[in-house]
């Protein structure tokens, strides 16, 4: 029974929480929800150049296996042509605080052929279909990708 009761208060808690919190403008959602989408774009494009412009300096990710990466492992992931293509879906832009948005997606990534056959050679599975978190930050008047982290999308059992 307590922890009914304990679960139930953190559930209203969560909820009344979530609920107060400003949410961004409908130019800064659909602004940031954009550069989310770029980031995949510059990727499958190979063109690190606009990664770069959309990266902050002290970038850092979470891949799907849960390694954390830099922000010159991910321009290298551009350069080195990881992704043939993608689709871009289910996007929501949720306000931290005045100078920073997380922009929550989800995606369905067909990665080129040499990157799959190099990770067949290493035994490792990539899923097709991710949820991925951005968290944009107001850097001197430009919005900066901070922060990204994969979560692969299963069946759960």
Same mark, same amino acid.
Request: hydrophobic share 45%; aromatic share 10%; with cysteine.
């Given at each position: 029974?307590?922890?009914?009761?304990?679960?139930?208060?953190?559930?209203?808690?969560? =909820?009344? &929480?979530?609920?107060?919190?400003?949410?961004?403008?409908?130019?800064?959602?659909?602004? !940031?929800?954009?550069? &989310?989408?770029?980031?995949?774009?510059?990727?499958?494009?190979?063109?690190?150049?606009?990664?770069?412009?959309?990266?902050?300096?002290?970038?850092?990710?979470?891949?799907?296996? #849960? &390694?954390?990466?830099?922000?010159?492992?991910?321009? #290298?992931?551009?350069?080195? #042509?990881?992704?043939?293509?993608?689709?871009?879906?289910?996007?929501?832009?949720?306000?931290?605080?005045?100078? &920073?948005?997380?922009?929550?997606?989800?995606?369905?990534? =067909?990665?080129?052929?040499?990157?799959?056959?190099? !990770?067949?050679?290493?035994?490792? =599975?990539?899923?097709?279909?991710?949820?991925?978190?951005?968290?944009?930050?107001?850097? #001197?008047?430009?919005?900066?990708?901070?922060?990204?982290?994969? =979560?692969?999308?299963?069946?759960?059992?």
């Amino acid at each position: 029974m307590k922890s009914s009761f304990a679960l139930a208060y953190i559930a209203i808690v969560c =909820t009344a &929480s979530f609920a107060q919190a400003p949410q961004p403008n409908d130019a800064d959602s659909q602004m !940031l929800i954009a550069r &989310s989408q770029s980031v995949l774009a510059a990727i499958k494009a190979k063109d690190a150049a606009a990664l770069n412009n959309l990266l902050a300096d002290d970038f850092r990710s979470i891949d799907v296996a #849960g &390694s954390l990466g830099s922000r010159q492992e991910m321009l #290298g992931t551009a350069q080195g #042509g990881f992704l043939s293509d993608f689709l871009f879906y289910n996007p929501q832009a949720f306000r931290i605080d005045n100078d &920073s948005v997380l922009v929550s997606y989800d995606t369905a990534m =067909t990665l080129s052929e040499a990157v799959r056959q190099e !990770l067949a050679e290493d035994n490792i =599975t990539w899923p097709r279909y991710s949820r991925i978190s951005d968290l944009w930050v107001r850097q #001197g008047g430009e919005w900066k990708l901070k922060f990204e982290q994969f =979560t692969p999308l299963r069946a759960m059992y």
